[in-house]
C-alpha cells in the first residue's frame, strides 16, 4: 500500500492547483454569470495540454496517468466545475473512445486535432426518452452502401455547441453502433442549448440527425460494439465526474473554513461555535474519504483493472458527498452563501447538477448492488 | 332594478380521479367551488351593478345542505342571498324552476335572472330556458357578455362564424357560457364575516323553506338518478416511426380510416 | 381536540388557492428569470385584502387571524417563493411590528395602509455584523428634542427596495446592550437620510429585493418609537417569531407542491419498462418525505392555533423556531426528492423545479439561521430545567 503522489503526479497536480488559482478563478463568476466559456480561457487550458491529458505522446497528448488526470480536473473544479466538465467529456467521453476503439485511421485523423484542441469531442447517447435504459434508443443507423445513414434526437450532448465531432449512438441491424460525426457531416445540426442550474459554462446541447450520412468508415469499433463502448466511456466519465465533485468538495471546505475564522458572531469567531466546527469536521471527513475512493479509482484504470463497478461507486458516492459538503458550507455562509457575488452559491448548484449528469445516482447505485449480489450468484433488475 | 343571479356548485375538478376502468370517481378532496357558467353569471350581475346602481340577489339552482355558494356570491358583492331549504337535495331542473319562480315572486320580482348555460359536472343547461318559459320571460342563451341600458339588455353571443350582439327587453333570462367573463375574487374581510356570520354582511343571508313557496306536492323529484356511466376510455395513441414520408403516409391513412365516409 | 379548519378557513384557502394559482403561479418563472417585483401581484393581493389577514379589521386587516395567515402563506409558497417572501416579509415581520407593539395612532396611520396594501413594509434588523446576534447591532439612535437621529445601516432586508414603511432597530443607549439599550422605530422611506445602497443579486427568490439601507441623520419624530424606548429588542423578537412560525408554512406549501411534482413524474416516467413509481426507492423517498410534510403541517396549524388562542408565551418561541428550522429542512429535502426524480428536466430552468431548488435554499438561512434555530430550542429546553445555556 501507498498512498503518496510520485514526485511527477505531486508536480502536476501543483502546476493545476497554480492554473486554477491564477487563470480560472478570478474568472470563475463572471463566466458562469455570462453563461459561456469564454474562447481565451479555452486556449489557455489547450496551451497547457489539457486537452491531450491522457492521450499518448505519438498523439502530441500530454500522456498524463490516469491519478494525474483525475488531479487536473480536481483542480480545474475547484475553480470552475463548468470546464472540467467540458475537458472531461472531451478526454474521457470522446477522445479515450477513439484511443480504445478506434483504427489507426482513425486514430491519425481525430486524436491529434483533439489533443491540440482544435476538434472538441461531444458525447451523443442520450435521448428524450432514453437516458440511463440504453436499450429503448430511438436512433436509428440504416446502412447505404458505403454510407451509414442516421436519423434521431440527442439531447444533453455535453460539449455540443462547441464540438467539432460527435460521438454518436444508434441502433444499427447488428445492435448499438458509434459513429464518429464531424460536425459539417449533412444532416446534423446542433438546436437548443438547456439552460441549467449548475455548470452554466459547459454547453449541454439537443443535437439532430435528419438523414445524417458518414461513410462506414467512421463506424468505431465493429456494428454492434456501441454498447461496450458507451459503457466503457461511462465508466471513464464516472471516475472524471467524481474528480470534480471532489474539486467542489474541498473548495467548499476551504470557503467556509476561511469564513468561520473571520465571521463573528455573539462576540467571538464563528470557527469556535461546536456546530460549525462539527459541520467543518464531517465536510472535511467526507471529503476525504471522497479523495481517496476517486484517486484509488483512477489508479485501477492506470493498473489496466477492470474498474466498471468502482467508477459507479465512486460517482454515486460524489455525487452524494458533493451535495451534502456544498449544503454544508453554504450554510456556514449563512446569507453570504445564498448571494451570486460569492462563489458558494455556485459550486452549490454545480455539485447538485453532478447527481444527475453522467446517469443518475440511483443508476450507479443499482451497479453497484448488481456487483454485490453477483458475487452471491444472484441477478438484479435495475 | 334587481338581478336575481342564480347558482350551484360543483365538485372541485383538481380533487378527483376518474377511473374509467374501475367506473368509479375517486374523491381525494371534497371540496366544491361554484358552477364556474353561474360565477360568469354572478360576475355579469355584478358589472352591471357597479356600471348602473342594480340590487343583486343570489338563489341557489338547486337545494343544497349548507349555504356555501350563497355565502361566496355574498362575499363577491351581491346584496342579499336567499338560501332555500326543505327541499330534495340536488333536485332535478324542472322542480328548482316552480320553486325558484315562486322564490323571485316573493322578492317581488326581478328584471333579470342571469345563470350559467350549462353546469361542469352533469352538463344540464334547462335552468334558464325553464325559467324563462315559466315566467313567460324572452330569454338569450350561451351569452359571453351582457349589459343593460334604458330598459333593454344586452347580450352578445356566438353566432356560427361571428359574434352577434342581441337585445331582449327586460325583464328577461339571459344564461352566461362558463369562461365567458374573468370572475373577480372574493372581498376577504367579507368572506371572513359571512362565513363567521358577523357584520352587515351576515343579515343579507336569508333562509327561505321551500314549504313556504310551494305546494308539497311540487317538491317531489321528476327524474330519479340511478347511477353514472362513463365515456368510453380514449383510444391510445400510435407513435409512427420511419422517414418523413412515410410518417406523413402513414398518418393520413391512419385518418383517412377514421374519416366519416 | 379538533384538527378540522373551519368554514372561514376553508373558504379563505380556497379563494387564495385559486388566487395563487391564477395570479401567481403564471408569473413565478418570468419573476424570477427577469429578476422583478411583482408588483401587479401584491396590489392585487392588496386589492382583495390579503396583505391584512391577520390584522384586525379595524385596521384594515381581513382578521382571520394566524390560522388564515399560515393558509396564505401555505398556498403562496406552493406555487412561488419569491411572492410568499414579498408576503412574508411586508405582513410577517414588517407590519407584524407595529400590530404587535403599535399604540393606537400608530396603528390608524401605518397599519391600516399596510394591511390594506396601499403602502409595503419591510423589517430593519440585520446588519452586516449583527444578523441573528442582534446585540451587535451599530445603528444608532440619538434622542434631539423631539426627534431622534438614526445614523447607520442594514443589510440583506426583505422588501428593503420598494418598502414604504421600515421597521428599524437602532441602540438607543449602548452601555445597556440589547436588554433595554436597543429601541424599534417606524422609518418611512420618503424622509431625508433614508437610502437604499444596493441590491443583492442572490441564488434564488430572485422575485424578491434584498437591499442594503443606510441612514444618515435620518430624523424620526419621537412618535413613531415603537413600543417603549429600550424595548426594541422584545418587540424584534416577538415579530420575528411570527414570521418563523409563517415561513415554515410558506415551506410548507413548497414541500407540498415537491411531493405533488415528485409523484407526478414517479407515475408519468417509464425507465427499465415500468414507470419510476415502481421503483421501491422511489416509493420510500415518497413515503418518508410524506411523513414530515404530514407532521410538518401539524406542527405548522397546531402553533397557529395557540396564537389564535392567545398562547404566545416561552413554549410559542419555541414552537416557532422548530415551525422555520423543521419547515424549511423538510422544504429543502422535498424539492431536491423532486429534482432527482426528474432527472435532466430537474436540473434545467426550463422548468420550475430548477427555480424551487434555488428558491429553497434560502429558508434554511434567513429569518434566523437554523443554527440559530436550534439554539433558541434548546436554550428552551434547558432553561426549563434551570440552565442558561451559552450560544
Not at chain 1, 458527498?321 to 457575488?341: C, H, I, K, P
Not at chain 3, 445614523?151 to 449602548?174: C, E, L, S
Not at chain 3, 446592550?177 to 422611506?189: L, P, W, Y
Request: glycine fraction near 10%; include cysteine.
Amino acid at each position: 500500500m501507498d498512498f503518496a503522489l510520485s514526485e511527477e503526479q505531486r508536480m502536476f497536480r501543483d502546476m493545476f492547483r497554480n492554473f486554477a488559482a491564477k487563470e480560472l478563478a478570478p474568472r470563475a463568476d463572471e463566466i458562469d454569470h455570462a453563461e459561456t466559456m469564454p474562447p481565451e480561457i479555452v486556449r489557455k487550458a489547450v496551451d497547457q495540454g489539457f486537452f491531450g491529458a491522457t492521450l499518448p505522446e505519438d498523439c502530441y497528448g500530454a500522456a498524463l496517468d490516469h491519478v494525474s488526470y483525475v488531479l487536473l480536473l480536481e483542480n480545474l473544479a475547484t475553480a470552475c466545475a463548468s470546464l472540467a466538465v467540458s475537458v472531461a467529456a472531451h478526454v474521457s467521453l470522446v477522445a479515450m473512445s477513439i484511443l480504445e476503439f478506434g483504427t489507426d485511421a482513425q486514430k491519425e485523423e481525430w486524436l491529434p486535432p483533439m489533443a491540440a484542441g482544435e476538434v472538441i469531442g461531444a458525447f451523443a447517447l442520450t435521448e428524450p426518452d432514453a437516458g440511463t435504459d440504453t436499450r429503448v434508443l430511438e436512433t436509428r443507423a440504416r446502412y447505404d452502401g458505403d454510407e451509414v445513414i442516421l436519423d434521431g434526437v440527442k439531447t444533453w450532448v455535453t460539449n455540443g455547441e462547441q464540438a467539432g465531432l460527435f460521438l454518436v449512438f444508434a441502433r444499427g441491424p447488428q445492435g448499438m453502433d458509434a459513429y464518429l460525426v464531424p460536425r459539417d457531416a449533412p444532416g446534423l445540426t446542433v438546436g437548443y442549448r438547456e439552460p441549467t442550474l449548475g455548470l452554466r459554462s459547459a454547453y449541454f446541447n439537443t443535437v439532430y440527425l435528419e438523414g445524417c450520412r458518414v461513410p462506414q468508415a467512421n463506424r468505431l469499433g465493429a456494428p454492434g460494439d456501441g454498447e461496450k463502448i458507451a459503457r466503457r466511456a461511462e465508466d471513464r466519465m464516472s471516475i472524471a465526474l467524481a474528480a470534480i465533485g471532489l474539486g467542489l468538495a474541498e473548495s467548499s471546505v476551504d470557503v467556509a473554513a476561511q469564513y468561520a475564522t473571520e465571521r463573528v458572531q455573539f462576540g467571538v469567531p464563528i470557527g469556535q461555535k461546536q456546530a460549525i466546527q462539527n459541520y467543518i469536521a464531517n465536510a472535511h471527513a467526507e471529503t476525504e474519504a471522497l479523495r481517496y475512493l476517486v484517486y484509488r479509482a483512477a489508479w485501477l484504470v492506470d493498473q489496466g483493472e477492470n474498474f466498471s463497478v468502482d467508477a459507479s461507486l465512486v460517482k454515486t458516492f460524489a455525487a452524494r458527498m458533493a451535495r451534502s459538503v456544498t449544503n454544508w458550507m453554504l450554510q456556514v455562509l449563512g446569507g453570504y452563501g445564498f448571494m451570486e457575488d460569492y462563489p458558494m452559491a455556485r459550486k452549490y448548484r454545480d455539485a447538485r447538477v453532478l447527481g444527475i449528469i453522467g446517469g443518475p445516482t440511483e443508476w450507479h447505485t443499482f451497479r453497484v448492488a448488481q456487483a454485490i449480489f453477483a458475487a452471491k450468484d444472484m441477478a438484479i433488475a435495475p | 332594478m334587481r338581478i336575481a343571479v342564480v347558482l350551484g356548485r360543483v365538485l372541485d375538478p383538481r380533487g378527483i380521479v376518474v377511473n374509467r376502468r374501475a367506473g368509479r370517481i375517486f374523491i381525494n378532496r371534497e371540496e366544491y367551488i361554484l358552477q364556474p357558467a353561474d360565477r360568469c353569471a354572478l360576475e355579469a350581475a355584478l358589472r352591471i351593478k357597479d356600471a348602473a346602481s342594480a340590487e343583486v340577489v343570489a338563489l341557489p339552482r338547486t337545494f343544497l345542505p349548507d349555504d356555501d355558494v350563497l355565502c361566496q356570491a355574498l362575499a363577491t358583492g351581491a346584496d342579499r342571498a336567499i338560501y332555500l331549504t326543505g327541499g330534495p337535495l340536488g333536485a332535478d331542473e324542472a322542480l328548482m324552476a316552480r320553486v325558484l319562480v315562486a322564490a323571485i315572486a316573493k322578492l317581488g320580482g326581478a328584471d333579470l335572472i342571469l345563470t350559467g348555460a350549462t353546469t361542469m359536472d352533469t352538463g344540464q343547461s334547462q335552468l334558464g330556458p325553464r325559467l324563462a318559459e315559466a315566467l313567460n320571460w324572452p330569454q338569450v342563451l350561451n351569452a359571453w357578455a351582457v349589459e343593460t341600458a334604458d330598459g333593454a339588455a344586452r347580450a352578445v353571443v356566438n353566432a356560427g362564424a361571428g359574434y352577434v350582439q342581441v337585445e331582449v327587453d327586460l325583464p328577461a333570462v339571459i344564461t352566461l357560457l362558463p369562461g365567458a367573463l374573468k370572475p373577480r375574487y372574493p372581498r376577504g374581510t367579507q368572506l371572513i364575516n359571512i362565513y363567521r356570520g358577523v357584520g352587515e354582511i351576515a343579515q343579507a343571508l336569508e333562509q327561505w323553506p321551500a314549504a313556504d313557496l310551494v305546494e308539497e306536492a311540487a317538491l317531489t323529484p321528476v327524474v330519479e338518478r340511478r347511477g353514472q356511466d362513463f365515456p368510453p376510455e380514449r383510444e391510445r395513441g400510435v407513435r409512427l416511426t420511419g422517414s418523413p414520408e412515410e410518417v406523413a403516409r402513414a398518418a393520413a391513412e391512419a385518418l383517412r380510416k377514421r374519416l366519416p365516409r | 381536540m379538533d384538527f378540522t379548519f373551519s368554514p372561514e378557513h376553508q373558504a379563505l384557502r380556497r379563494l387564495v388557492r385559486e388566487f395563487a394559482e391564477n395570479e401567481v403561479a403564471p408569473l413565478a418563472a418570468e419573476i424570477d428569470r427577469k429578476h422583478q417585483i411583482p408588483f401587479e401581484t401584491l396590489r392585487k393581493l392588496g386589492e382583495i385584502g390579503l396583505l391584512g389577514v391577520c390584522f384586525p379589521q379595524e385596521y384594515g386587516g381581513m382578521g382571520a387571524g394566524e390560522t388564515g395567515y399560515c393558509i396564505l402563506m401555505e398556498e403562496l409558497g406552493r406555487v412561488c417563493t419569491s411572492t410568499a417572501t414579498n408576503v412574508g416579509a411586508h405582513i410577517g415581520i414588517g407590519a407584524m411590528a407595529i400590530h404587535l407593539d403599535g399604540n393606537p395612532e400608530q396603528k390608524r396611520k401605518y397599519l391600516t395602509p399596510l394591511a390594506r396594501g396601499e403602502k409595503i413594509a419591510a423589517f430593519g434588523l440585520t446588519e452586516s455584523n449583527a444578523g441573528s446576534d442582534a446585540a451587535n447591532i451599530r445603528t444608532r439612535a440619538v434622542r434631539e428634542g423631539d426627534s431622534w437621529i438614526l445614523d447607520g445601516g442594514k443589510v440583506y432586508i426583505t422588501n428593503g427596495g420598494f418598502a414604504d414603511i421600515v421597521t428599524v432597530m437602532a441602540v438607543t443607549d449602548p452601555a445597556l446592550g440589547a436588554r433595554g439599550g436597543v429601541t424599534a422605530f417606524i422609518v418611512e422611506a420618503s424622509w431625508p437620510g433614508f437610502k437604499v445602497a444596493r441590491e443583492e443579486d442572490k441564488m434564488g427568490i430572485r422575485g424578491t429585493s434584498t437591499a442594503e439601507l443606510v441612514f444618515e441623520e435620518l430624523r424620526v419624530p419621537h412618535e413613531n418609537v415603537l413600543g417603549k424606548v429600550g424595548e426594541g429588542f422584545v418587540t424584534f423578537m416577538k415579530s420575528l417569531d411570527m414570521g418563523r412560525l409563517t415561513l415554515g408554512a410558506a415551506c410548507l406549501g413548497g414541500a407540498q407542491a415537491a411531493l405533488e411534482m415528485a409523484v407526478y413524474w414517479a407515475k408519468t416516467r417509464r425507465q427499465f419498462g415500468v414507470e419510476l413509481a415502481h421503483k421501491q426507492s422511489v416509493q420510500w423517498a415518497i413515503a418518508n418525505i410524506a411523513t414530515e410534510i404530514e407532521a410538518l403541517r401539524s406542527l405548522v396549524y397546531r402553533v397557529a392555533w395557540m396564537v389564535d388562542t392567545g398562547q404566545t408565551g416561552q413554549e410559542f418561541t419555541q414552537l416557532a423556531a422548530m415551525c422555520k428550522m423543521y419547515g424549511s429542512e423538510v422544504a429543502s429535502r422535498a424539492i431536491d426528492l423532486a429534482l432527482q426524480i426528474y432527472g435532466g428536466l430537474g436540473v434545467t430552468r426550463d422548468f420550475h423545479i430548477e427555480r424551487a431548488f434555488r428558491d429553497a435554499r434560502i429558508a434554511e438561512i434567513f429569518e434566523g439561521t437554523n443554527e440559530i434555530q436550534r439554539i433558541v430550542i434548546a436554550s428552551n429546553i434547558f432553561r426549563e430545567y434551570g440552565v442558561r445555556i451559552r450560544p
